[in-house]
């Protein structure tokens, strides 16, 4: 059987988003919405991080949660982690 990496990043992410906390989820599902509209809206502060070359971004649930995600062309994001913002800073993509 034929796993692709699609389906492990989705995995992670969705592992990761069922342990945040009630009230972050919530928060979570609006600016998702927000994102899916307009990803560069400014209420979600998105950015591209540092190294830049390494296409990975980030979007605001809150002051403290992130959305780490990649931009596979212009109409689809791959939503890669989420997490609390000194967490996801820390990874390595």
């Known amino acids: 059987m034929f796993v692709s990496i699609f389906d492990i990043v989705k995995s992670h992410f969705e592992n990761r988003y069922h342990k945040l906390p009630p009230a ?3 928060k979570a599902e609006k600016q998702v919405e927000v994102f899916r509209t307009n990803p560069t809206h400014p209420s979600l502060h998105t950015e591209k991080l540092e190294p ?4 990975v ?3 605001r649930i809150d002051r403290s949660y992130r959305v ?3 931009f596979i062309d212009g109409q689809t994001a791959l939503f890669l982690t989420v997490g609390a913002h ?3 800073y820390k990874l390595n993509f």
Not at 52 to 55: R, T
């Open 57 to 59: 971004w980030s979007f």
């Open 86 to 88: 000194d967490w996801v």
């Open 68 to 70: 780490i995600f990649r």
């Open 24 to 26: 972050v989820k919530k």
């Open 52 to 55: 830049k070359g390494k296409q």
